[in-house]
Nanobody, 121 residues
């Protein structure tokens, strides 16, 4: 069984920083893209940042220059360094991985349980 486990959320003041981490575990054959999404109250879930296995990245316009996504393929982990946080960054952040479980030739999207990030003074 495949699991994505997130860590690193919390409460931070505007202008502060947080680092989110996500580790994939279980019977995994290969991991393609990994990414972070967020959902604020009353809003749809949106892509924050994504990274391919080769390291190509994609960011939402609202976080460009402030957030950095990285991954460690050997450890099946993905991280999101968030700097210069703003109140509008407040949301539940979800880890996502597109991966093939052992024994499967196709890939599926898996999600973490979500971690709360609150930016407030």
């Amino acid at each position: 069984q495949v699991q994505l486990v997130e860590s690193g959320g919390g409460l931070v003041q505007p202008g502060g920083s947080l680092r989110l981490s996500c580790a994939a575990s279980g019977s995994i054959f290969s991991i393609n893209a990994m990414g972070w999404y967020r959902q604020a109250p009353g809003k749809q879930r949106e892509l924050v940042a994504a990274i391919t296995r080769g390291g190509s990245t994609n960011y939402a316009d609202s976080v460009k220059g402030r957030f950095t996504i990285s991954r460690d393929n050997a450890k099946s982990t993905v991280h999101l360094q968030m700097n210069s946080l703003k109140p509008e960054d407040t949301a539940v952040y979800y880890c996502n991985a597109n991966l093939s479980p052992t024994g499967f030739r196709v890939a599926f999207d898996y999600w973490g349980q979500g971690t709360q990030v609150t930016v407030s003074s």
